[in-house]
């Protein structure tokens, strides 16, 4: 009787603490973007990083792109399509030179990472964004929805990486 | 009776998932770096993100530097020094033009991450590493240690930025 107590007992605890792993930091929470009806992701700042870039041109910006727990493991197994629940984050920054870098160095050659620019999320669900091949975009602009304007150019865009699930960032190793 | 038993299990169950996230891809292995006999952390690729960074000239790269969760904390919560037991990762890849989004922007100007260059480690231990701010240092080329006459140039290098406990990289929010 002790036995299955003490067991009961572990495999409550264990519950409580996948289901707050599940859910770091609670429910999506905001407003929800135009057409594909997606909110932040709670807790994508902690996700495990893909890959990096930096776009010049308008965008000039220095970018990070996260995966859920979803999305990571499906990047290392080589696994495509993406499984549903998979979800994308793309983080990006202005592109700001470091003076305090440079002086260092001795030479201008720094550039990190200013102020926010805005959140990108593809969140897969091959039922629910059938019709966009099986991706929902989102932008997300200082925390608030970018128009819906915005959010009609998001698959058009990706169209030419169909063969790679419509991914454009490939898995850092 | 029942009530302590129960009680027992779960704490016993919560020491077994507290013990397994602090271990989460088990012990350091290779070989050990010269001078500060840094090995690589395990499981450093699934850190969260503190920022990015690009650096031109002779390294040419797409940097993205990682934290373990004591350097997470003390980067949010703004704590100077840095407590014991944290670990700072700078992982860096090859700065390589992207002909595959340059063709979608109808332009070149997007910049993706190549081929890894180094992984460079700090790690935080205030007795162990006094005389260098309490920073020890390490990089590996490859996974195999650079040689001693490199990591004889760190701390020198982090000394400018000794207000920010020799740490160059700001937190990206």
Redesign the interface.
Known sequence: M?GI??????????TV?VVYKAHPSGHAEGEAAPIFGIKTPPGY?????I???????K?ND???I?GNDVAIKAYREGKLPFPDGAIIAR?A?S?VP?E??N???G???????GP?TNVQFMVKDSIKYASTGGWGFAQFNDGKPADEALHNTCFA?HV??KTRDFV???Y??
């Open positions: 002790r107590t003490y067991l009961l007992g572990a495999v409550v605890a264990l603490v700042r902690d996700w495990r990083l890959s990096v870039a930096h776009e010049e041109g965008l220095l970018r990070a996260l983080l920054w592109y470091s305090e870098n002086k260092v160095f030479r201008a050659q720094s550039f990190v990472a926010a865009c030419p990486v454009f960032t490939h850092a190793r």
